[in-house]
């Protein structure tokens, strides 16, 4: 009797280290290689740092398509530190900047294309607000937006005044200044639907008195730059929805053509099938993650902050953000996600 338990505890607790030592994979996840002037979700990397993070991965990790390690996932064969890099969105600085130093690294990287934009040639609606609210000149004392039958109002205060974003997160930002400002009407925006948003940045730019141009600086690609972003090989695409909503605040029936649509449309300029797709704002839930499998998906990437390993749901495979950083934090990092 008490043999069998003892053999039992032991087998216990030899499943347990392997599970602790089983190879984990890193999935990157990037937004932008560029310098903007104002950055409120530090989704820049310059290319500077963008070409050091590349050469440390080649020279530390293993680095591999997305395809190839949820391919070596699903065999349960997940190489030693292996690392995948995904881009989300598609700005068009994905072409001109990160695909030079990948081609030159000889690495591989997805970018998921949030598909309405390449069509509109539209910033995305967080850059125009962006845009708006951290105009140099100084801003009307009281905003107004009319959304859903209902009015918002905020009283600027000292956020009329142009202030530094300050390097923290929206979140933290403290009341009274831009960033502040910026994310308490940011979190009414994304609750929208696409139509109910473009009126609200209407009346936004209204409000601010500003034109209705895009920055080239934050232009996402166009259909023929996709193309070229794809020559050669080295850089897939994803789907990232039609609109980039947060996918768990719609209908089964608006989640399924945002993901349905953005992979026929994605599809019909490659002209071969897509098998990748990130969740907007790394948002889902039960319906969300059932009509991507149903769509054909092979997986797909969210936000949570974990390592790759056999128990991962291969349709929610977790990524850890990257942010501008040198070589030395980021290879400390990089060591820290390898044991997380
Ligand atoms: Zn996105």
Request: glycine content about 6%; proline content about 5%; hydrophobic content about 40%.
């Amino acid at each position: 009797m008490i043999g069998s338990t003892l053999r039992k505890w032991k087998e216990l607790a030899a499943n347990r280290l392997r599970e602790r030592t089983a190879a984990k994979g890193v999935i990157l996840m990037y937004h932008r290689v560029e310098r903007p002037e104002v950055d409120p979700w530090a989704l820049a990397v310059t290319p500077g740092h963008f070409a050091e993070q590349i050469a440390l991965l080649k020279k530390v990790a293993q680095p591999m398509s997305l395809a190839a390690l949820s391919r070596a996932h699903r065999q349960g064969k997940i190489p030693e530190r292996a690392v995948a890099i995904t881009f989300d969105d598609g700005y068009a600085d994905n072409l001109y900047s990160a695909k030079p130093i990948l081609e030159q690294y000889e690495t591989p990287a997805t970018v998921f294309v949030t598909t309405a934009n390449t069509v509109s040639q539209r910033e995305f609606w967080w850059d125009e607000w962006e845009r708006i609210c951290f105009a140099n000149e100084p801003l009307p004392k009281q905003l107004q937006l009319e959304f859903r039958g209902r009015s918002r109002s905020w009283e600027l205060g000292e956020a009329i005044h142009r202030q530094d974003a300050g390097g923290m997160p929206p979140w933290e930002a403290p009341a009274g200044t831009r960033l502040a400002l910026y994310y308490s009407v940011w979190q009414e925006l994304q609750q929208l639907g696409v139509s109910e948003r473009e009126d609200a940045l209407d009346q936004l730019k209204s409000w601010a008195g500003l034109d209705t141009g895009a920055r080239s600086s934050h232009r996402p690609m166009s259909p023929d730059e996709l193309r070229v972003l794809v020559a050669g090989g080295g850089i897939s695409l994803g789907a990232h929805t039609v609109s980039h909503p947060l996918l768990s605040a719609h209908s089964p029936r608006l989640q399924k053509n945002e993901i349905e649509n953005s992979k026929a449309y994605l599809e019909n300029i490659l002209g071969h099938q897509l098998t990748e797709f990130s969740y907007p704002f790394g948002g889902y839930n039960k319906h969300s993650v059932s009509l991507v499998q149903k769509a054909g998906f092979n997986c797909a990437c969210s936000t949570k902050e974990a390592t790759v390993w056999k128990w991962s749901n291969r349709f929610l495979l977790p990524r850890f953000t990257v942010q501008d950083w040198g070589e030395a934090v980021f290879e400390s990092r990089l060591m820290r996600w390898f044991e997380h």
